[in-house]
């Protein structure tokens, strides 16, 4: 296994070439949550020259996206080959993990993904505590207190 | 696809790995194999090891694994034997693929993929040992035809 690891826009990207088993997945694991020590919140996983995943492999990439949750970053997978992407979808992860088809569309899923962000952040703050101010609720109990 | 019988013999040891994977290989070019079928086969062997060798033994004495793939009328066989604790795999639960992520790493994950690559899958327990015995079928139909489940996923 050979594992290349680039930055580009703020986002760290693993290419991992080869085949992720028992013994080879300790590696990545240990580059991944070296980047996660280093304070990455944006990451992803190329997968475009990996030929073979065990569940030793996908227990790796769980850890990432945990971990990931917490420090409220994102792990994105893409170019996954045929064998690798059928593992993803028995284990039931392929709905769980974002996973793109191309390298270019998991960089730019960091820039939709900031405008949503910015979308739903617009009501949350503009949200008054009180909507209606208007309507009049406390009019029976001022005048009762008028008698 | 001829007959085939391959017998392999490893220690409890991760590092044996490598034998196992060269064992696909050669099960490869002396049968046709695509290389998703090879990667399969690669998967079962290496969940069904790794799990003996991680939870089979409480010692830390070297112990002998058996390992029997045979290829007879389409059909794979590959038979594991091993002196560990006893372990049958037939009565592990599917995990809920639905279910928390926390709760789906717990475990049976290995043994899931397993059964969703074999066809059928017996054990026993004799004279203080395991013998797994897994079948999987090897037509080339059963590679092209698309289950209901992933009909609906790629939907």
């Keep these: ?147 | 696809m001829g007959a085939f019988t391959l017998p392999i013999r490893v220690k409890n040891s991760l590092e044996e790995l490598g034998t196992l994977f060269g064992a696909v290989d050669a099960l490869g070019t002396k049968i046709f194999l695509s290389q998703k079928k090879r990667w399969e086969i690669q998967l079962i062997l290496e969940e069904i090891f790794t799990n003996i060798v991680n939870h089979g033994f409480n010692d830390k004495e070297e112990h002998e694994i058996e390992i029997l793939i045979t290829v007879k009328n389409k059909i794979l066989t590959i038979r594991f034997e091993d002196d560990g604790k006893p372990f049958d795999p037939t009565g592990v639960t599917f995990p809920d693929t639905r279910c928390a992520v926390e709760q789906r790493l717990v475990g049976g994950l290995g043994v899931h993929f397993v059964r969703h690559f074999i066809d059928t899958c017996t054990y026993r327990r004799t004279g203080g040992k395991n013998i797994m015995i897994l079948e999987k079928k090897m037509t080339d139909q059963a590679e092209t035809e698309p289950t209901p489940q992933s009909n609906q996923k790629r939907r």
Excluded at chain 1, 42 to 48: G, S, Y
Excluded at chain 1, 56 to 75: D, F, Y
């Design chain 1, 1 to 147: 296994m050979e594992i290349i690891c680039e930055r580009q826009n703020n986002i760290e990207i693993f290419k991992v070439k080869g085949q992720l088993e028992s013994n080879t997945s300790p590696e990545l694991e240990e580059q991944l949550m070296m980047s996660l020590e280093r304070g990455t919140t944006r990451m992803v996983i190329d997968f475009e020259n990996l030929e073979y995943i065990s569940s030793a492999g996908i227990r790796v990439i769980l850890k990432a996206v945990k971990k990931l949750e917490q420090s409220r970053g994102r792990l994105v997978l893409c170019c996954l080959q045929d064998y690798v992407q059928e593992v993803f979808e028995i284990a039931g992860f392929d709905t769980y993990l974002t996973i793109e088809p191309t390298l270019e569309r998991a960089i730019a899923s960091w820039e939709e993904g900031r405008e949503k962000e910015e979308n739903s952040d617009l009501p949350k703050a503009s949200n008054p505590i009180s909507p209606h101010s208007n309507e009049p609720l406390f009019t029976k109990g001022t005048e009762e207190k008028g008698d």
